[in-house]
């Protein structure tokens, strides 16, 4: 790649990040809802059960749901409403630029809301720091990795295969909301495990995973089975793995990788239909033009007859 056009697609992806910090603070309730209520929610669990270790990371991971998927989801749905991508796709921007563009503040925007979360919560509760010694670090990067990815993606799925805008906001807030309060922040998970039913019924919601190898890998509980006697009272949290731990990496790399090839498969039918619309254009003019051919050189009024019925055929 020429450095001048290099330097042309840095500025476009410059220019596109700022427009996304730009709609990213505009909108008050991002700041709200996106790092006041789950920094709020989880400092006032603290406050009371400092001693609950689920918290401090369950916090940031509906954060990062909140940020990495449902405020992304919101942010291409309102581009598709106002017509910007459409403007966008009409110009000479490279498709990997836009999307890179896209990708990096998601990424960056997630990590400085997640990284401020974080602070706040150590600087005020320093009883957090002790987890860190014990923490199982690969499980954690994994973790929030996985996280990450599948809150990504998500929102590429109900932004591609949902096209009325409404429903789509609706099922990402109804995710999020069911993150926040059903997998270790609005409700300690402790309890939550403890009714089976609900238990059972968070099998299907695609962040348990992820958010699982992250709170186990807090905890250094590398089976998913945790139990901590060091306060004085007997606290005990089976994820419900049945001590196979390989088995929660697996399904939240298989949840990712649905979403992936859902996305992936409709690009490819896509791309099919509008490969066999231009092949289809080319051959009716084609045929059209054989058609205007064969009327004028002939002076058979027979044959134009059948010419003629031949092409209502066909049509």
């Not at 979360?117 to 150590?122: A, T």
Request: charged share 15%; proline share 2%.
């Amino acid at each position: 790649m020429k450095l001048s056009k290099l330097k042309k697609e840095y500025r476009v992806f410059s220019m596109l990040f700022v427009i996304q910090t730009k709609h990213w603070f505009k909108n008050p309730l991002n700041i709200f809802l996106g790092v006041f209520i789950s920094l709020y929610t989880m400092l006032c669990w603290l406050a009371f059960k400092n001693n609950d270790p689920f918290l401090l990371v369950s916090g940031i991971c509906v954060a990062m749901t909140r940020n990495s998927m449902y405020i992304y989801l919101r942010t291409i749905i309102d581009w598709r409403n106002k017509n910007f991508t459409d403007k966008i796709n009409m110009t000479d921007i490279n498709n990997k630029t836009k999307h890179l563009s896209l990708l990096a503040f998601n990424l960056v925007s997630t990590f400085l809301i997640c990284l401020l979360l974080f602070s706040i919560s150590m600087a005020l509760f320093p009883a957090q720091w002790s987890y860190l010694d014990n923490m199982n670090g690969l499980m954690m990067l994994f973790g929030l990795a996985i996280c990450w990815i599948t809150c990504y993606v998500i929102a590429l799925f109900l932004y591609t295969f949902i096209s009325n805008s409404k429903w789509a906001v609706m099922i990402g807030l109804l995710i999020y909301f069911s993150t926040m309060y059903f997998l270790g922040l609005g409700f300690p998970f402790a309890r939550i495990v403890q009714q089976k039913w609900l238990n059972y019924l968070l099998y299907a919601h695609p962040m348990r995973y992820s958010i699982n190898i992250v709170q186990a890998g807090f905890v250094n509980a590398p089976d998913f089975n945790f139990i901590d006697t060091s306060e004085g009272t007997k606290l005990s949290v089976d994820f419900g793995y049945g001590g196979k731990g390989w088995l929660a990496y697996l399904l939240a790399t298989l949840t990712t990788i649905g979403y992936i090839i859902c996305l992936v498969l409709k690009r490819v039918v896509d791309w099919n239909y509008k490969y066999k619309s231009k092949n289809k254009i080319k051959r009716l003019r084609a045929e059209s033009k054989q058609y205007i051919k064969a009327i004028i050189e002939t002076n058979d009024i027979e044959f134009l007859n059948r010419l003629r019925e031949d092409r209502r055929q066909k049509d």
